[in-house]
C-alpha cells in the first residue's frame, strides 16, 4: 500500500512563495505518475500538476503555468510542488496523489490511485 504524507503548507501573504512536500513510501515500484490537487471551499477538487514517472511534468491548467513548477526526486521517493506569485484565489487544501497509470492517463481522466490527506494552504492580505 502506497502512503502519501505532504507537508510545507502555511499561511503567505499575497505574492508570497510556498513548496509543497510529498513523501512516498511503501509499493514505490508501482507508482507512475504523480501529481499535486487542491480543493478551495466551496469548490471542487481540482487538478493543479502532474508529473511522469521520470519527473517530467506539467502545470495543470494553463493558467498556473510559470506560477507552479512540479518535481520529483525518485531517489528519496518525494515529489515537490513549488508555487510562486500566491494570490488569495490559490487557497486551499493540496493534496498529493500518486497513479498506478502514466502522465498522459492522468492528464486525460484525473484518476489517482492514492491520496495524502492534505495540507492548508492560506493566502492573505
Known amino acids: 500500500q502506497v502512503h502519501l504524507v505532504e507537508s510545507g503548507g502555511g499561511l503567505v501573504q499575497v505574492g508570497g512563495s510556498l513548496r509543497l512536500s510529498c513523501t512516498i513510501s511503501?509499493?514505490?515500484?508501482?507508482?507512475?505518475?504523480m501529481a499535486w490537487f487542491r480543493q478551495a471551499p466551496g469548490k471542487e477538487r481540482e487538478l493543479v500538476a502532474a508529473?511522469?514517472?521520470?519527473?517530467?511534468?506539467?502545470p495543470y491548467p494553463d493558467s498556473k503555468k510559470g506560477r507552479f513548477t512540479i518535481s520529483r526526486d525518485n531517489a528519496n521517493n518525494t515529489v515537490y510542488l513549488q508555487m510562486n506569485s500566491l494570490n488569495a484565489e490559490d487557497t486551499a487544501v493540496y493534496y498529493c496523489?500518486?497513479?498506478?497509470?502514466?502522465?498522459?492517463?492522468?492528464?486525460?481522466?484525473?484518476?489517482?490511485?492514492?491520496w495524502g490527506k492534505g495540507t492548508l494552504v492560506t493566502v492573505s492580505s
Open positions: 496523489a500518486a497513479s498506478t497509470r502514466r502522465l498522459f492517463e492522468v492528464i486525460a481522466t484525473h484518476e489517482m490511485d492514492f
Open positions: 508529473c511522469s514517472r521520470s519527473g517530467l511534468g506539467t
Open positions: 511503501g509499493g514505490t515500484i508501482s507508482v507512475d505518475a
